[in-house]
C-alpha cells in the first residue's frame, strides 16, 4: 500500500533549485512528525529535514542555509524547497511521516513514500 506520495524531483546543474512535494494517500488522524530522508548509491539513508506537529524544524548540517521544510497539517502535505544545489546533494528523497492512521492506533509509526530522484549536475 503506498502511503505518501513524492513528485518534483528531476535533474539540475548546480547551483539550481528544486521544489519537491509528499502528499498523503488517504487519512491520517495525527502526524507528529514530518520529514524527507535521502539515500545516495552505496550510501545509508539520512535525515535531511524534519517538521513537528508544533512547527520545530530540524535540518542536517550540509543542507542548513538552502533548504526549507514546510507541512501542511491539513493537507497532510510536506514540501522541501531546495537551493543552491550540490552535486553531493544528488540521492532519492523519501518522505516520512510519524504518524497515527486512525484515533486506535496505540503509537505513531513510520509511513513512507517510494521517493523520488534529484540528481544534480557539476
Known amino acids: 500500500q503506498e502511503h505518501l506520495v513524492e513528485s518534483g524531483g528531476g535533474l539540475v546543474q548546480a547551483g539550481g533549485s528544486l521544489s519537491l512535494s509528499c502528499a498523503a494517500s488517504?487519512?491520517?488522524?495525527?502526524?507528529?512528525?514530518m520529514g524527507w530522508y535521502r539515500q545516495a548509491p552505496g550510501k545509508q539513508r539520512e535525515l535531511v529535514a524534519s517538521?513537528?506537529?508544533?512547527?520545530?524544524?530540524y535540518y542536517t548540517d550540509s543542507v542548513k542555509g538552502r533548504f526549507t521544510i514546510s507541512g501542511d497539517n491539513d493537507k497532510n502535505t510536506v514540501y522541501l524547497q531546495m537551493n543552491a544545489l550540490k552535486p553531493e546533494d544528488t540521492a532519492v528523497y523519501f518522505c516520512?511521516?510519524?504518524?497515527?492512521?486512525?484515533?486506535?492506533?496505540?503509537?505513531?509509526?513510520?509511513?513512507w513514500g517510494k521517493g523520488t530522484l534529484v540528481t544534480v549536475s557539476s
Open positions: 516520512n511521516f510519524n504518524a497515527r492512521r486512525i484515533l486506535a492506533q496505540p503509537l505513531d509509526i513510520d509511513y
Open positions: 488517504g487519512s491520517f488522524y495525527s502526524i507528529s512528525v
Open positions: 517538521v513537528t506537529n508544533d512547527g520545530s524544524t
